[in-house]
């Protein structure tokens, strides 16, 4: 089945708390699709995020977290310990789901369809890896991935791109 025709909506994913999420639920809201972990020197930009949902959620902004323990083990939690985590250190209200994979053959579905269609800077030789945690994919109403971006980027720097898709 070629999953490129259809955005992100024909995918789902298990929330922390066990429930299943249909990506069609955010029709029609710009999305910033982040890979997170607890233990990781880029952890303090959940705070950024939470920013950006609350800053911009009643215009159509959604944050979505994967958590991914893949980098140095930077996620060896459960997900109750995840989730208290996130809402005690960083106030975290925005949706997070269940522990992922990213990268490999147990990549989730929506992970290879994100790399698929923005594979970052090093392109067909980095087969569109992803690098570490908090790598971040930007995608507008339409669910078409517009922007990826590393690690290092601040959320609150990635502002004006949401706005645009907004005012879009």
Known sequence: MDRSKGGIYQFSAKLLDGGSVSLEQFRGQVLLIVNTASKCGFTPQYAGLEHLYRRYRERG??????????FGRQEAGSE??????????????FPMFSK??????NAHPLYQFLKRNRPGILGI?????????????LVDREGRVVERYGSATAPTSIAPAIERLLDA
Do not use: M
Not at 61 to 70: A, E, H, R, T
Not at 100 to 105: E, M, R
């Open 125 to 137: 030789l980095g087969l569109g890896r992803i690098h570490w945690n908090f790598t971040k994919f």
């Open 100 to 105: 992922i994979d990213v990268n490999g053959k």
């Open 61 to 70: 902004l959604v944050v979505l977290g994967f958590p991914c323990n893949q």
């Open 80 to 93: 109750g310990e995840i989730g208290a985590f996130c809402e005690k250190n960083y106030g975290v209200s």
